[in-house]
T-cell receptor
């Protein structure tokens, strides 16, 4: 297992288009998180899955955003009717339920540019 | 929510020197703290963590100090190397706040030869 994988690495889209990103977590990790990071800022939490259940959503996750984890493995994050303000790095992280710490393993992210 | 912040946005140190990166937090309910390193074009990488029942924890070349009285966290890197150049974030988690980590803005560490 090579860690958390995200696809694509970069996405350029026109305003108003829909985009979908994929995250493949570490295989034995049942917790999966999505974060958004804008330039010069720390990551901001978007949503959390435990197995296939979406247990927490940030108020940053507007109605245009939807995330799924249908089989408790990979996850997708879709943004509908993209806006320029959606331009950011979208990070996925995964972790184990049990453990000595809550530390996540992050993927390298998908950089979205809305033009 | 309450904020996690960093004292300095940038830090420049010479190779071989020790680095200290500071972080202030304001939420007294925070019970778990993590330091992450983020290199350009990559996701944050876990460095070291500490729980609120500890005041010091050491790793390989890194030490985290937690002062709950003044709500201050620091990351010390010994014998800083060029490969340590990155942005460093502290993150905290509150008791009973769910699953999200709350990140600060980050400090950019530049190691010069």
């Amino acid at each position: 297992d090579t860690g958390v994988s995200q696809d694509p690495r970069h996405k350029i889209t026109k305003r108003g288009q829909n985009v979908t990103f994929r995250c493949d977590p570490i295989s034995e990790h049942n917790r999966l998180y999505w974060y958004r990071q804008t330039l010069g800022q720390g990551p901001e939490f978007l949503t959390y899955f435990q197995n296939e259940a979406q247990l927490e959503k940030s108020r940053l996750l507007s109605d245009r955003f939807s995330a799924e984890r249908p089989k408790g493995s990979f996850s997708t994050l879709e943004i509908q009717r993209t806006e320029q303000g959606d331009s950011a790095m979208y990070l996925c992280a995964s972790s184990l339920t049990a453990g000595t710490h809550y530390g996540y393993t992050f993927g390298s992210g998908t950089r979205l540019t809305v033009v | 929510g309450e904020s996690v912040g960093l004292h300095l946005p940038t830090l420049s140190v010479q190779e071989g020197d020790n680095s200290i990166i500071n972080c202030a937090y304001s939420n007294s309910a925070s019970d778990y703290f993590i330091w992450y390193k983020q290199e350009s074009g990559k996701g944050p990488q876990f460095i070291i963590d500490i729980r609120s029942n500890m005041d010091k924890r050491q790793g390989q070349r890194v030490t985290v100090l937690l002062n709950k009285t003044v709500k201050h966290l620091s990351l010390q890197i010994a014998a800083t190397q060029p490969g340590d150049s990155a942005v460093y974030f502290c993150a905290e988690k509150e008791v009973n706040s769910g699953y999200a980590l709350n990140f600060g803005k980050g400090t950019s560490l530049l190691v010069t030869p």
